[in-house]
């Protein structure tokens, strides 16, 4: 199995959207007997504003049949929106996966498409970038090894007793402010002392936080 990361640009909406706009497909199903894609996609933006021109143009795409709404959420620093989006199959890079027995994944930012491929062999990995050079402009694509992604991402994965800990402060209100209950009183109902407390918190506390900065390194299909 080999896994490529591409970096590309085409005719599509991601080229012509703001930006400063995230996106992300968490799921995408192609009918080719209908030559349509239905994608469940999240949009990231500063702000609600930017989500609004980002919708009016994905709309106005050609290759965009229909487009739903399905949630969004609003907060001091970003806007996000999530879309259940009926697109056009033929010509796709969704098509060109599927065609090469791909499993695949794609994330947008800065007008450039991110794709991740899971491929069986070089062969394939020869008419996967040819294909997508037929159809796009590639910027690049490199190699990644699977074996150092998933040692990277086990590195990050909590303990049980690390994840216990980790809830029981967030229920109890120790991450509030102010705090609804204090090191002492959560490790005395955790029966352990608060030293062994404050040592695991940080613990599971660092692991998240260097799975969200080095998230490149330890993303294995554009997921964690």
Same mark, same amino acid.
């Given at each position: ?23 992300? &497909? ?169 030293? &062994? ?28």
């Amino acid at each position: 199995m080999r896994l490529i990361k591409v970096v590309l640009e085409h005719d599509d909406w991601a080229s012509t959207i703001p930006s400063n706009v995230q996106a992300r &497909t968490i799921k995408s199903i192609p009918n080719g007997n209908k030559d349509l894609i239905n994608a469940l996609i999240l949009i990231k933006a500063p702000n609600t504003r930017t989500i609004k021109e980002t919708l009016y143009i994905i709309k106005k795409n050609e290759r965009i049949k229909n487009i739903e709404v399905l949630d969004n959420a609003v907060t001091r620093s970003y806007a996000m929106v999530l879309l259940n989006i009926l697109a056009k199959y033929t010509d796709s890079i969704t098509e060109i996966a599927v065609n090469t027995s791909a499993i695949f994944s794609e994330h947008i930012h800065d007008n450039k498409e991110y794709w991740t491929f899971l491929i069986n062999s070089k062969s394939t990995e020869g008419i996967l970038i040819q294909d997508l050079k037929e159809k796009a402009e590639v910027l690049s694509y490199y190699h990644v090894d699977i074996k150092n992604i998933f040692k990277n991402y086990t590195r990050h994965v909590l303990t049980d007793n690390e994840h216990r800990i980790l809830r029981t402060a967030y229920e109890q209100g120790y991450f509030e402010w102010p705090k609804n209950a204090n090191a002492e009183e959560i490790s005395r109902s955790l029966n352990i002392n608060k030293v &062994t407390f404050i040592q695991e918190l940080r613990r599971a506390i660092r692991k998240l936080v260097l799975k969200e900065l080095d998230s490149d390194n330890i993303d294995f299909m554009g997921f964690y």
